[in-house]
């Protein structure tokens, strides 16, 4: 029989299920509308829809290096409360979540979704996600990710703060073995630092042109009224520029761990212990629920 667009329609209203699921259930049960309602509630996934409406800022950040070493991944995956976050499936959901990233290398969460899922290729991994969201009772949902692929010449090192609710990620071009101790040290306290110190590029030349424009443009605007010559004004300018790198870029900013010496000058150290040249090339650093919406914003 054929399930006409209005059907599929009035069931995801009814029921807030996807229109796939609602086409499906549409054509198991033959058109009957009752019957569809009710056989996708016994699939979990009427209630599953509905309870991923509610806003979901807990959860935790995750690390995962691949088994095969070709790829490290930062995922944060969020859930309605601490409770359920500390619960078994709930990190077995997350984890089984980063190694699926890690295998299959989707671009983004929206590209994801789609997948054939790792840990169960005959279901995708939106369809996992509403499993799990009728299993454990709460919205659940990949918040994002970052995916560094790694080759020879190429380390990452992931720190996780506060059992999950900080997240970073660090990569490394470093010509020597990576798994030098002197190195291992010295990336995971730049991992340390990059969640303590929160930097937002990791080298001034990362800085949008337009920023850095911006950040002038005050600069000057707060000392017009000095009198002083342009000049002037000008190096001062360049000084509060200088300034904003040293808080805003990794290489810049001192070092939390000792501070008479900036992250740069602490990677120099480290190059010339190894006799080899190590560069940050680049870094993600996740807080936890810094992305969720509220129920407000959600609806």
Do not use: W
Request: net charge neutral.
């Amino acid at each position: 029989m054929e399930i006409t667009a209005s059907a599929v329609k009035e069931l995801r209203e009814k029921t807030g299920a996807g229109m796939m699921d609602c086409k499906k259930a549409l054509g198991e049960t033959m058109g009957d509308f009752d019957k569809a309602v009710e056989y996708l509630r016994k699939k979990g996934i009427a209630s599953a829809s509905k309870k991923a409406g509610r806003a979901a800022k807990e959860g935790t950040i995750h690390s995962y290096v691949a088994a095969d070493g070709k790829s490290a991944v930062l995922v944060e995956v969020n859930c309605e409360t601490d409770f359920v976050a500390k619960t078994e499936q709930f990190k077995k959901f997350v984890n089984d979540m980063a190694t699926h990233v890690a295998t299959a290398s989707p671009a983004d969460v929206e590209s994801m979704l789609p997948q054939n899922f790792t840990a169960n290729p005959s279901q995708t991994v939106d369809v996992t996600i509403r499993e799990a969201i009728a299993t454990l009772g709460e919205n659940m949902l990949v918040s994002r990710f970052a995916r560094y692929p790694l080759s020879s010449g190429v380390e990452a090192t992931s720190y996780i703060h506060a059992g999950g609710k900080v997240g970073v990620l660090v990569e490394f071009a470093i010509a020597a073995k990576g798994k030098d101790p002197v190195f291992t040290e010295y990336a995971r306290n730049v991992a340390m630092h990059v969640a303590a110190a929160m930097p937002q590029f990791v080298n001034p030349k990362d800085v949008p042109a337009e920023l850095v424009a911006k950040e002038k443009e005050i600069a000057v605007a707060q000392m017009v009224a000095s009198g002083k010559p342009a000049a002037v004004l000008e190096k001062i300018a360049e000084g509060k520029i200088n300034k904003f790198y040293e808080e805003t870029c990794l290489v810049k900013q001192r070092y939390v761990k000792d501070p008479d010496k900036t992250i740069e000058a602490y990677t120099n150290e480290v190059s010339k212990a190894l006799g080899s040249p190590i560069s940050i090339t680049r870094f993600a650093r996740f807080g936890l629920g810094e992305t969720a919406k509220s129920e407000t914003e959600a609806n």
